[in-house]
């Protein structure tokens, strides 16, 4: 299989990763909150100048490590602080960042590893080690596992590992957050969402504030309590929690089922009222999604199947989707693939 043939299988994307535009929008705004995640039940937060100081400590340790332009490091996992400053902080070493599909199989990783050895691996779950410790194996790959998740003291998976709190520092626990968010993008998912660590990268150069939930199992309530103002997903994940929402709405001969669908049909004819309004506010929000005012589909529309009457629902509960292409040029031209940042 060649190259471009086991890319492909895998998955894995080759990130472009803006890092003077990310450190330029750090040094306009030093003390503005850059990120948000929820840990261990707190929400926590980065501010700008936490990212770049961590992001240049980080790089430096990398290059101690002998990561240079000549190095591949390869980032998996649910996207988080912790995975974004690393990206910056590989790339800030000079290194090639490739975003690998978490839920990879061992050999189909074992096989891509054969033509595209590593210097090093982020692996953001703890379900992850396994495989890639067996397949560094197969592949006969001398590569250091950088974990970023709490390995237990004496736990057989723990021998040979580095935590990524290890090279981190500050910026693995961040500080407390003070202040309810306000205008956040919200990300919940990982790198099997294979253009979602250039966008992040990208939005972050926008000088966007990004916000994660704890983990992807605790995204809907996460995003509940935080009730971002904007959210960008994959096509996939589009299509998921619209069919999600579409169960969830009052079914069958009962009032509020009727309710809903006349106030569902008012909103797509553009003459709901303002008890329709308020009936489709309430539905928003235990999907956190009462102040969300615009999704940032990022993909191709085609790149999942996707049923338009329940993709039409977000629209018609005041929320539109705006498709953005894969960031896949240069920053100076991101602003046309994100007008969200606009």
Known sequence: MSVP?????????????PVTEIFAAAALTPHAEALRHKRRGRWRAWS???????????AQ??????IDDRSVVAISG?????????????ARAG????????????????????????????????EQLGTWRGALREAACQAEIIVDFHLPWGHPSASGQTAAAD????????????????????????????????????ALALAATLAFPESRTAAGRDRREIQPARFALSVTHHAMLAGDLTTRLAAGPSLAAWLTRNALSA????????????????????FGLARTRELTVVGLPDAAPV???????????GIPARWAAPPSTPVGQAASFFPVFA
């Open 48 to 58: 700008w100048a936490d990212l770049r100081t961590e992001s240049e400590g980080l």
């Open 78 to 90: 649910d996207y988080a602080p912790g995975l974004v400053i690393f990206a910056i902080a590989a």
């Open 307 to 317: 049923d338009g009457a329940r993709v039409d629902l977000f629209a018609a509960l």
């Open 167 to 202: 090279l981190l520092g500050d910026a693995a626990r961040g500080r407390e957050a003070r202040r309810p968010a306000s205008e956040v993008l919200w990300i919940e998912e990982g790198t099997d969402w294979s253009d979602g660590l250039g966008f992040i990268l990208h």
């Open 5 to 17: 043939d086991v890319m492909a299988a895998v998955r894995a994307v080759l990130v472009q990763v």
């Open 267 to 286: 909103a797509r004819g553009g003459s709901a009222r303002w008890h329709q309004r308020w009936l489709l506010g309430r539905i928003r929000r235990p």
């Open 95 to 126: 290194a090639r960042v490739v975003a690998v599909p978490t839920g990879i199989a061992r050999v189909d990783l074992a096989a891509w590893l054969r033509e595209k050895p590593v210097a090093l691996a982020f692996v953001g779950l703890r």
């Open 61 to 66: 340790a990398l290059r101690e490590r002998g």
